[in-house]
């Protein structure tokens, strides 16, 4: 599995804010209130957050030999592929809160302070879980033996010399 990179962040992170701007013009433009996301939106991507590195810990703690239980490959797996979504999701949110909050600021009038606090609440939420899914990645990162294959090699180690016949 590749790490999430800068790159696919960014993008997830743009098109999140090209959504929440268009999203809060088509609305006004239909003459109906701009979008304010709920007040419990930031709570649970902060719970999210949580979660994530919480269930990375063990993966990470069997994985370092600070832990008596075998590491489940599976497991490590699906964890680190959480993690990997959790980063892409709170770059989407945080983009689209970014989008909200361009849109709003663009406007001629004051908006209200609570649906600016919940839009800036929002953002800074997903940046949270963006970290959060990156640090579980890599605490899910399991470090290489060094029998392990490298990537264009025959299997045979750096070092060695030619093979026994």
């Given at each position: 599995m590749k790490r999430t990179g800068a790159t696919i962040l960014i993008v997830a992170a743009l098109a999140g804010l090209v959504v929440g701007f268009l999203v809060d013009a088509m609305l006004t433009a239909a003459a109906r209130?701009?979008?304010v996301p709920a007040a419990s939106l930031p709570t649970i991507l902060v719970l999210?957050?949580?979660?994530v590195v919480g269930v990375a810990v063990p993966i990470f703690r069997a994985s370092r030999g600070r832990s008596a239980r075998r590491i489940d490959?599976?497991?490590?797996?699906r964890v680190a592929m959480l993690a990997k979504a959790s980063s892409l999701v709170g770059a989407a949110a945080t983009g689209f809160a970014l989008g909200l909050l361009a849109f709003v600021l663009t406007r001629p009038f004051t908006p209200s302070l609570g649906s600016l606090g919940s839009v800036i609440a929002t953002a800074?939420?997903?940046a949270v879980l963006v970290v959060a899914g990156l640090v579980a990645e890599q605490l899910c990162t399991i470090r290489k033996d060094d029998d392990d294959e490298h990537p264009?090699?025959?299997?045979a180690h750096p070092d060695a010399g030619p093979p026994i016949r």
């Open positions: 209130p701009t979008f999210l957050a949580a979660v490959p599976f497991r490590a797996l800074v939420c997903g264009g090699s025959s299997g």
